[in-house]
């Protein structure tokens, strides 16, 4: 990771250097954090930040459902991740606002610890890698199932939740593939480790519904707006693996790994016709995040110098 120069700190833009927390920092013992990943990138006007409010939003329900107080303002934060961004060189970049139990208490009660709150900008390329939109990234289904909401909140962007994700992760890594997919308790398939999933079969478009158990995703949702605009035939349903087997197209969505073309599932090449479907919303997507498509500029949130 190349260090930019400002972390945003508790209402203050300190060196990148200085960002430190206490060992004994509670949410970092407990799983007590909750955290947003956004992107801005390069756009005709400037650097420009993309749907910035509906990350805010999620943002704050985590913090919501966790009972944890930020005692910040959608408005505050908004403007802190632009603050944040300029302050900062790079001119595309992944942003990571992050709420946690902080310094003072131990013990799992985490009501007794003060609310601390950072937000980090560096710059990151493709998450799954130049293969992810081009001839696509190797899957394999987790042995590892997705955690599911009566035990954790999924809808929540809780750290905890994340040594699920690690594990799945870690076990495609060691299998050769770049990814893994969930399924969740009923055996359907739920999403990636950090991605939504979506599959295309006979020209139909579906994902998982909420109720699978999936982080509803934003880019999940710009794709299922693109959709909606290419006037598709989409539907929220379950699949089972066998269908994503025998699926046309296969991609993930997700704002580290945008949109992500699967070639293969456990072995079995996913379509033989390439990815019409896909590649059109891989260039939507390049399109509307990079400014170059008007009718999706409602999505962004200029950072002025
Ligand atoms: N599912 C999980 C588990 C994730 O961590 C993410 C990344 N936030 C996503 C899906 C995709 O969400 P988004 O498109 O909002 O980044």
Same mark, same amino acid.
């Not at 799983?31 to 805010?56: K, M, N, Q, W, Y």
């Not at 709150?117 to 939109?133: H, K, N, Q, R």
């Not at 909606?228 to 997700?254: H, I, P, Q």
């Given at each position: 990771?190349?260090?930019?120069?400002?972390?945003?700190?508790?209402?203050?833009?300190?060196?990148?250097?200085?960002?430190?927390?206490?060992?004994?920092?509670?949410?970092?013992?407990?799983?007590?954090?909750?955290?947003?990943?956004?992107?801005?990138? =390069?756009?005709?006007?400037?650097?420009?930040?993309?749907?910035?409010?509906?990350?805010?939003?999620?943002?704050?329900?985590?913090?919501?459902?966790?009972?944890?107080?930020?005692?910040? =303002?959608?408005?505050?934060?908004?403007?802190?991740?632009?603050?944040?961004?300029?302050?900062?060189?790079?001119?595309?970049?992944?942003?990571?606002?992050?709420?946690?139990?902080?310094?003072?208490?131990?013990?799992?009660?985490?009501?007794?610890?003060?609310?601390?709150?950072?937000?980090?900008?560096?710059?990151?390329?493709?998450?799954?890698?130049?293969? =992810?939109?081009?001839?696509?990234?190797?899957?394999?289904?987790?042995?590892?199932?997705?955690?599911?909401?009566?035990?954790?909140?999924?809808?929540?962007?809780?750290?905890?939740?994340?040594?699920? =994700? /690690?594990?799945?992760?870690?076990?495609?890594?060691?299998?050769?593939?770049?990814?893994?997919?969930?399924?969740?308790?009923?055996?359907?398939?739920?999403?990636?480790?950090?991605?939504?999933?979506?599959?295309?079969?006979?020209?139909?478009?579906?994902?998982?519904?909420?109720?699978?158990?999936?982080?509803?995703?934003?880019?999940?949702?710009?794709?299922?707006?693109?959709?909606?605009?290419?006037?598709?035939?989409?539907?929220?349903?379950?699949?089972?693996?066998?269908?994503?087997?025998?699926?046309?197209?296969?991609?993930?969505?997700?704002?580290? /790994?945008?949109?992500?073309?699967?070639?293969?599932?456990?072995?079995?090449?996913?379509?033989?016709?390439?990815?019409?479907?896909?590649?059109?919303?891989?260039?939507?997507?390049?399109?509307?995040?990079?400014?170059?498509?008007?009718?999706?500029?409602?999505?962004?949130?200029?950072?002025?110098?």
């Amino acid at each position: 990771m190349k260090a930019q120069e400002k972390i945003w700190m508790d209402g203050k833009l300190v060196p990148w250097g200085d960002a430190k927390i206490h060992i004994l920092t509670h949410g970092f013992h407990y799983g007590l954090a909750v955290f947003e990943g956004i992107r801005a990138f =390069s756009t005709p006007d400037g650097t420009a930040i993309f749907r910035l409010d509906e990350h805010v939003e999620r943002f704050l329900n985590s913090a919501k459902i966790y009972r944890l107080d930020m005692g910040y =303002s959608a408005k505050e934060l908004a403007k802190a991740c632009v603050d944040l961004v300029r302050a900062n060189p790079a001119k595309e970049c992944y942003i990571r606002p992050i709420a946690y139990t902080g310094y003072g208490e131990m013990g799992i009660n985490p009501l007794t610890s003060k609310v601390s709150v950072g937000i980090a900008s560096w710059e990151w390329g493709a998450y799954l890698g130049a293969d =992810s939109t081009g001839k696509g990234v190797r899957a394999m289904v987790s042995s590892w199932t997705r955690i599911d909401s009566r035990s954790m909140p999924v809808q929540a962007k809780c750290t905890a939740n994340y040594a699920n =994700s /690690a594990l799945a992760k870690m076990e495609a890594l060691a299998g050769g593939y770049d990814e893994a997919i969930l399924l969740n308790t009923q055996g359907m398939v739920a999403e990636g480790p950090g991605e939504n999933i979506f599959r295309v079969k006979d020209d139909v478009l579906s994902t998982p519904p909420a109720s699978s158990g999936i982080l509803r995703g934003i880019t999940r949702d710009t794709v299922i707006q693109f959709a909606s605009d290419l006037k598709l035939r989409f539907y929220r349903n379950d699949a089972t693996k066998e269908e994503l087997y025998t699926s046309d197209e296969v991609f993930f969505s997700g704002t580290a /790994a945008g949109v992500a073309k699967v070639r293969e599932i456990d072995g079995r090449r996913i379509g033989y016709d390439g990815a019409p479907i896909t590649d059109k919303m891989v260039k939507l997507y390049d399109g509307a995040v990079h400014g170059k498509l008007k009718r999706y500029s409602k999505w962004l949130t200029p950072v002025k110098p």
